[in-house]
Every structure is written in C-alpha cells, then in structure tokens.
C-alpha cells in the first residue's frame, strides 16, 4: 500500500466512524449539552478530567468554555483537573496516581456540577476514581469513552450520560472524542445565548 492510499484509507474511515456515532450518539450528545448547560447556568461548574490526548481533549473542552467557543459570550465555569502540574505530582507522590483526578474532585466538587470523564478505553484506572468520587460529592458523570465502554460502562449510574464512540482504534476514537467536545460547547452556547444564535 502507497503512502497515499494509507491517507486515503484514515479519511475514509474516519469519515465511517463519525458517521456511525452519529447515529449511535446525537441523542447522548444533546442530553449531555443540556446537563453541562443546566448546571452552568444555575452557578455550577464542569470538570473535565483524562490522561495523555484525554488529558490534552479536556484542557481543549475547558478552554473553549472559560474564553469562548465560536461567538462571543461571557466565560464559563469550566475546570480541566490535568493541568496543575504542582498538584497533580503532589497526589501521586504522596498518594497514587489513581488518586490525581479524585482529589480535586472531592476538592471542587459540588451537588450540581459536572464531571466529564474521559477514557479511549474505558478502563483509565485515575478517571474510574474520579467518578466515583464525583458519585460521593453529587456530581453528575458525562463519560467519553470508546471500545464499548471497557469498566466505566458499567460504574455509571443511572442519571449519567455515556458517549461511547462506536470504534476500537484508538485514532478513531479520539476524533470523535475532538467532534463531541465541538458539538457539547455548540450545544451549551445554544442553549445558554438562545438556540438561533
């Protein structure tokens, strides 16, 4: 296979997997929209929280809340739990580093907020404790995962949101994960500046 055909063949299925979450998704997305919006709007916050291209997909999603999305609108309350170098070193050293998301959880968390817990897998050890963490201080879970949920699937209760990209390779999976963060901030501004915006 020529490097030009091995080109071709990403785009093409990555354009088969996004329209495959599309179907198996749009309906998860919105609800997950509405829940971050909600909580926004009555003074509540998003965390979002992941490790490695996770980690850089919930700096990008809180980025895009705090400043702005595509219009202008005043900042939102949105926290990415992977980027205090200074505390996250201090848990791992002190505690573990299943422990470096939980912490902050059970720090900042509050009844209302939401967590957006991201896994390619599904099986990231630190974000399974952070939902649990999440469930203890009344936080909502919006999980982004993929190849079928892996263990997180099954530790979500019944009022969180599962967005399960419907693929197995990681770079398919975190290019929906890039799409469904674009579609939740477009989402939360529609609904917060009023849906023609």
Known sequence: MSLAQRIQQHFDESNAVKQAAHVAMAVAIETAAR?????????????????????????????????????????????????????????????????????????????????????????????????????????RVVALTGRGGGKIAAQLQPDDIHLCVPADRTARIQEVHLLTIHCLCDGIDSLILGENQ
């Open 35 to 139: 829940a971050m919006a909600t909580a926004l709007r009555a003074g509540g916050k998003v965390m979002a929280c992941g490790n490695g291209g996770s980690a850089a997909d919930s700096q990008h999603f809180a980025a895009e809340l705090l400043n702005r999305f595509e219009c202008e609108r005043p900042p939102l309350a949105a926290i990415a739990l992977t980027t205090d170098t200074s505390t996250l070193t201090s848990i791992a050293n002190d505690y573990s580093f299943a422990q470096v998301f939980a912490k902050q959880v059970a720090a900042l968390g509050r009844p209302g907020d939401v967590l957006l817990a991201i896994s390619t897998s599904g099986n990231s050890s630190n974000v399974m404790v952070a939902i649990d963490a999440a469930h203890a201080r009344g936080v």
